[in-house]
């Protein structure tokens, strides 16, 4: 097994190779002159090939396109995802517009394609092969279990979102539940917990992803104003877009916490066992 770092995955694509104890690929990548990229696999790719690349921007994307097409010649091709742009295009919210996420799915050919905690189950019938969406949270919930927290309460920003903080809360050991927004007039909206009190208590927000960073800066200066003591954000991935860092800690956080499914400062989490782990049962 070769492994191919995309050039937004390098660093998660060497964990995976050592954790592996298998040969991660040297490759090329830069930028013609007319802003078209370059990618070159200097290795030989004629045993199993795994590409591992998120695709947070289109570039990224064509990253990936490029290095399945360079790795023609290899026996079995596996593609990991760790983190899928466009998964949240997943309907047809107005006449004319794509389903961004099938058109996406369609264009990827290989043997298996791997993805972590898709934003939607369902974008995975749209990939021509078999897959596998990988669940990261039970790891954020054991990095959560080494702070010191205080009568720790992990939050869902929304009741979509219930099921990964059920599964990180599982591993931490906390209680769960999930936030609700209420409008109380035209101009005022409360968001607090649906069941629980977090007068006192640490908090943790989990959910899939944090963009502009928007959803959670909300909710935390309201579950300040509620008592909480400290209040965490965490994520599987850290998109975070413009200015969402200042945002969150602008609104309280006391700690970003994310995966590297994305490569960014609050990457304190690593998929790269998850991944290896999954590769060792194709
Ligand atoms: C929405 O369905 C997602 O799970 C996230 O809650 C959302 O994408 C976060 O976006 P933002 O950080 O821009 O509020």
Redesign the pocket.
């Known amino acids: 097994m070769k492994i191919i770092g995309g050039p937004a995955s390098q660093l998660l694509a060497s964990r995976v190779a050592k954790s592996l104890d298998c040969d991660l690929a040297l490759c090329e990548y830069k930028t013609f002159p007319d802003n078209e990229m370059y990618v070159r696999i200097l290795d030989d790719v004629s045993q199993d090939a795994v590409i591992i690349q998120s695709t947070a921007t289109d570039s990224d994307f064509m990253a990936l396109l490029q290095l399945i097409d360079a790795c023609s010649s290899a026996e079995k091709v596996h593609v990991i995802i760790p983190y899928m742009g466009y998964a949240?295009q997943d309907k047809q919210f107005k006449p004319g517009e794509p389903l961004s996420a099938r058109a996406v799915a369609r264009t990827i050919m290989a043997d298996n394609v791997v993805t972590v905690n898709i934003?939607e189950n369902s974008v995975l019938d749209h990939f021509y092969c078999n897959t596998i969406d990988i669940n990261a949270a039970p790891l954020i919930g054991k990095y959560l279990k080494e702070l010191d927290l205080n009568s720790p309460v992990l939050l869902a920003?929304?009741k979509?979102?219930i099921d990964i903080a059920a599964s990180a809360a599982l591993e931490f050991g906390a209680e769960y539940d999930h936030l609700e927004k209420k409008r109380l007039s035209g101009d005022t909206v409360q968001i607090t917990p649906k069941n629980l009190d977090v007068a006192g208590r640490d908090v943790v927000i989990l959910?899939?992803?944090?963009?502009?960073?928007?959803?959670?800066a909300e909710a935390v200066s309201m579950l300040k104003v509620q008592g909480a003591t400290r209040v965490y954000v965490a994520c599987i991935h850290p998109v975070l877009a413009g200015s969402?860092l200042i945002k969150l800690y602008h609104s309280g956080v006391v700690d970003v916490i994310a995966t590297d499914t994305l490569e960014k400062a609050v990457s304190k989490v690593s998929v790269a066992s998850l991944i290896a782990h999954t590769l060792k049962g194709l």
Request: a negative charge; glycine letters at 18%.
């Open positions: 949240r934003h920003p929304d979509g979102a959910d899939d992803m944090v963009a502009t960073g928007g959803t959670v969402a």
